[in-house]
Structure formats: C-alpha cells, structure tokens
C-alpha cells in the first residue's frame, strides 16, 4: 500500500493540490501498479474532501475503488466523511499501547475497546470496508503486550479485514520486527496483517523486508520516502528488496518507479539526494576508471540491480578518475570515433577538468574535444545579445538576439522570472525554423561554499527529448547568465544531431 497522498503529506511543508493529487492517485495506481492507496485523512478540510471525492470518483469508473482507502478516527463523523467522499474502505486509527489509550485518550483499555468496535459497527453498516491501525504497535508490543493481544481479539472479532501494524515512531531494528511480528501470529493469521515502518534510524527499508519474510502480506510505503519526521518506508527500495532477496515478488512495476519518483519530486519540491539507491541521479553511474574497464571486459561491475530493470542506462562519470574506458564509454555513446592519440589528448583534458573541481556531462565531450584538438566545432546556434529586465514590481522581461543556422532572429517576452522571459524569447526564435525545444526537467544552481556576491555560478539543466535526457552546464559570475549558456549549448547539441 503506498501512502504517499496521507503519510507522505505529512512532510513538512508538503500539500499537494487536488490536481497533484488526482495525478498521483492516477499514477501510482495505473502506471507503477501498487495494490492500493492510502489518499487522506478524514475531516482534515473540505478542500481535502473534495480531493477525495475527485479520487473515488475515477477511482470507481476505473473499477478501482476498493484500492482507495482513507485513515479514519474512532468516531463516526469521520466515517461520515469518508463515506460521503465516495470512499468505501477505512483505516481506523486506534491506540496499539496502552500508554496512548491511557495517556492521550484518558481512557481506559475497555472503554476503547468498545469505542472501536462501535464505530466499526458503524462503517460495516454503511457497506465499508475497516482496516485498523494500531497506532504505537512497536512500542506497544513491546512494553504492553497484553494490551495489544486483548485488542487484536477484540478487532477479529468485530470483522475487520487487516490489521496494520505500524512502527509508529520508527524505533524497531530488523530483529525486534521479525521477534514482534512472529508474535503476532498468536493472536491473528499474518495473512491479514500490514506492516508500516518509519524511516527515524534508517531501517525503513530493512524492517519491512523482515516483516515480509516473517510472513505479513502487506507492507506500507512511500515515494521517494516521505512522510513525517524522517518518512516512511521508500517504495522503490522496498520493491526491489522484496523482489531480490525474499520467495515473494510484488506486482508494482519496476519501470515506472523512477518515473513516479520524479513526478512526486517536482511537485512537491522535496530533491531527492544523488546517490538514492534506485531512483537517484548517480545511482546507475560508475565514476573509477577500473569500474568502466571491468564492464567492458565482463560486467564485472554489475550487481542484480541493473538500470534496465528501472528503465535506466547505466553511465559513466567523466572527472580526474577517469581511464581509458570510461572515456570510450562516452564516445561510444556518442557516436564519436578519436584515434588512440587522440583520446589520450582528450583523457588528459578531462582529468585536468576534473582536478580543477569542475563538474563534466558527457554532453561536454564535443565541446573538449574541439578544445583539445583544436579543430574548432561548428556553433549551430549563437547567442548573439541577450538582455533580462526585473522589476520588485511588475513581470521580468527579456530581450533576444540569436543566430540559429544562417538566420539572426531578435525577439522580446515578459516571463514568471528572468530565465523565464529568456525561454519565452527562445521558443518565438525557435518556432520560426520549426525547432523543437526539449522539456526542461530539472534546474538547479551551485555556487562555491563561502562564495561572496559576485562568485562564479554553476547552473545544471536537465533537458528531456523524446524519452532520453541529458545535462548541460552553464558558468558565470550571474546566476541567469550561467543558465542562459547551458542553454545555448543545449540548442547546439540538438541542432548538432
């Protein structure tokens, strides 16, 4: 069960807009094709409830609903609320320790008991599905054990259909989970239990794959591991881990998980760090020289985590580690053919770059290769004059002066910021010779650590054309200028090929 929509949402900062969120549900459920989702928490806010209602209601034309469920409270309004959502199975959030009954709720154990029995009464009266949490189960298991027997009886009893058990403050390790969840097979077949980890020591990943070889049939998590404090759970590592090292496989679809993962950054503005196993940017790239050399003599370097799998080419990373091999690798994917002299020449380059601390793609290589050989490469495009206005008040406009092939094209825009209105001018320039742009996927900036007002910027676009992407690298002491030349040497890559 992914819960990106509920758990994820508790991220701080995060709210995903009713669009966001219907795409989400659309995506997760379709293309990445987990087995259900956990999209809000009853009577949060009626703007929540109407995303809902978007949900189920695609949902049910798709033939999909008993997917979408929704955390509930012990108490009927927000069986109301879910209902009147157009949703038909809840998550009742109870008390899994008795130090929560007794300490948040005031009550005593009976007295919840019963409370969670008479709203599960309720919901299965209206028709709906109850999954219960037991909320603290972790500790609860551990410090009230009776407690959380007594109520498991209690909730089997009442007809509910599974019984989720989350580690709620993300204190368990791998032998706690295996010795507690084992436990549980006293009281309940684990066939009809969840587990949800917190991520809080790291061992999100690790818990949920010991709780499925200790035989719960469902686990709870996340895309690219939100969720409050330090999230859940990550999807794609739990998926791959689940796959590769346990008798069971999941039906999610390994192809989309990147896929998602960069859908779920962009909108909710959470960067994902480089080195994230599956679905970071360097995940699937091998940086020393005797790495690259050890694939083309047998893929001594490959692990059963290849990027095929993830819908991913493996890459090699241009810098001072750099061999032989690495180098042939990039030009080989470039169709670009140097004589053993040269490519020394050109491996000199590179390294020398790299000691310098300056960051390669290996959409750089024509460019050094023309450098190193003096054979002067061809602009295709030019920028010629190039002017960005902002305002405190008012829209950012930009003026334009580019030579493309043989035509000098000048063109002026306003834009939602200064990089903006320069793009707004490219597509006019751009749309005069019928030149299609490719997506801009990913902006980031990068000035030196302790650098002052007027340091050199770095700025790295990731560019998407058809269904492959690639990076450009723009310096200059201003942070616009600096993207306005990874611009240009985009224009020139495409027109290029």
């Known amino acids: 069960m992914d819960t990106t929509l509920r758990d994820g949402e508790q991220t701080r900062g995060m709210s995903f807009s009713a669009e966001e969120k219907l795409s989400i549900a659309k995506l997760l459920l379709k293309e990445v094709k987990v087995d259900r989702i956990e999209v809000a928490s009853a009577r949060v806010s009626q703007g929540e409830k109407e995303s809902v209602k978007a949900i189920c209601a695609w949902a049910k034309n798709e033939g999909l609903l008993e997917r979408v469920e929704v955390l509930a409270f012990v108490d009927e309004a927000s069986i109301d609320w879910a209902f009147e959502a157009g949703c038909r199975t ?30 599960i009464k309720y919901a299965k009266g209206k028709g709906m599905a109850v999954n219960v949490y037991l909320e603290d189960w972790s500790n609860g298991i551990k410090d009230s054990k009776e407690y959380v027997f007594a109520f498991t009886k209690r909730l089997k009893k009442a007809g509910i259909n599974r019984l989720l058990l989350p580690d ?78 346990t008798g069971c496989k ?146 950012p406009k930009a003026s334009l002066r580019i030579r493309l092939g043989e035509k000098t094209i000048s063109e002026e825009s306003e834009g939602d910021g200064g990089y903006d209105a320069f793009m707004q001018c490219l597509k006019l320039a751009c749309s005069e010779l019928n030149l299609k742009l490719p997506e801009l996927t990913d902006y980031s900036v990068r000035i030196p650590p302790g650098g002052k007002t007027d340091a050199i910027v770095e700025a790295t676009i990731t560019w998407r054309s058809n269904t492959k992407e690639f990076r450009t690298i723009g310096v200059d002491s201003d942070q616009v200028m600096a993207a306005v030349k990874a611009t240009e040497k985009m224009l020139n890559l495409i027109m290029l090929k």
Not at 105 to 110: A, D, G, I, S, T
Not at 277 to 293: E, R, S, Y
Not at 306 to 315: L, M, S, V
Not at 322 to 351: C, D, F, M, W, Y
Request: with cysteine; hydrophobic share 35%.
């Open 250 to 395: 999941c039906g999610v679809d390994e192809s989309a998980l990147v896929r998602a993962s960069k859908y779920i950054e962009r909108v909710s503005g959470k960067k994902l760090p480089d080195n994230k196993p599956i679905v970071g940017d360097d995940v699937f790239t091998q940086t020393a020289g005797i790495h690259a050399d050890g694939d083309i003599k047998g893929n001594l370097y490959v692990n059963p985590l290849t990027p095929e799998r993830f819908g991913r080419k493996r890459e090699y990373a241009l810098g001072k580690l750099s061999g032989k091999s690495s180098l042939e690798q990039n030009l080989k994917e470039l169709h670009i053919e140097l004589t053993p002299e040269q490519k020394k020449l050109v491996l000199a380059r590179v390294v020398e770059l790299g000691d310098k601390k300056e960051t390669l793609t290996p959409e750089d290589l024509p460019f050094i290769i023309s450098d190193v050989l003096k054979t002067p490469l061809e602009k295709k495009a030019e920028i010629l004059e190039c002017k960005v206005f902002s305002t405190f008040n008012g829209r």
């Open 90 to 119: 809840i998550n009742l959030l109870a008390k899994g320790s008795k130090r929560h009954c007794e300490l948040q709720l005031r009550k005593k154990p009976e007295e919840h008991y019963a409370d969670a029995e008479r709203v």
């Open 168 to 245: 709620t403050l993300g204190v368990l390790d791998p032998l706690q989970t295996q010795k507690f969840v084992a436990e549980m097979k006293k009281v309940i077949p684990l066939a009809q239990c969840d587990f949800h980890g917190h991520n809080d020591y790291g061992l999100g990943t690790a818990n949920a794959l010991v709780a499925v070889q200790e035989g719960v049939a469902g686990v709870h998590c996340t895309v690219n591991g939100l969720g409050e404090r330090t999230g859940n759970s990550i999807l794609a590592e739990v998926v791959a881990a689940i796959n590769d090292k």
